[in-house]
């Protein structure tokens, strides 16, 4: 039972010797581009707000452990005709040397576009 107990443990070390002395890479991170948008309207308008949200977003190249990021709100509060929302966006990322792990992916993009309509009655009042 000593022996086996013994060998095991050996076994163990030898094993996890050569695990500690493999060269390990860092990970390293994709860029990543993101616009956040938030267009509201709280009136006493009946009418849908009239929006636009044109959002480009361009990478070229390999790109890594960059980032972009746009946010933007838009409120019209009061009244009680119908409302307009205007918005452009440009990002762009240029790529670099390439990921060092020899793994090229895309540029990840992200896009949130929230667009909220409040009917307030209230407005109505205040002619």
């Known amino acids: 039972m000593k022996l086996s107990a013994v060998s095991l443990g050996l ?18 991170a994709q ?3 993101n616009d956040t948008n938030i267009q509201m309207t709280i009136s006493g308008s009946r009418k849908p707000t009239e ?12 790109c890594v452990g960059n980032s972009v990021n746009s ?11 119908r409302a307009t929302q205007n ?3 440009n990002q762009q990322i240029n790529g670099g040397g ?14 949130q576009n ?3 309509d409040v009917y307030n009655a209230a407005d109505k009042l205040h002619k």
């Open 11 to 28: 076994c163990s070390l030898a094993t996890l010797s050569t695990l500690v002395s493999l060269p390990i890479s860092r990970a390293h």
């Open 31 to 33: 860029c990543m581009m």
């Open 51 to 62: 929006r636009t949200n044109d959002v480009t977003q361009r990478s070229t190249g390999n």
């Open 71 to 81: 946010t933007n709100v838009q409120t019209n509060i009061g009244g009680t005709e």
């Open 87 to 89: 918005r452009r966006s």
């Open 98 to 111: 390439g990921n060092p792990s020899g793994v090229n992916v895309p540029t990840v993009k992200f896009r």
């Open 114 to 116: 929230v667009q909220i």
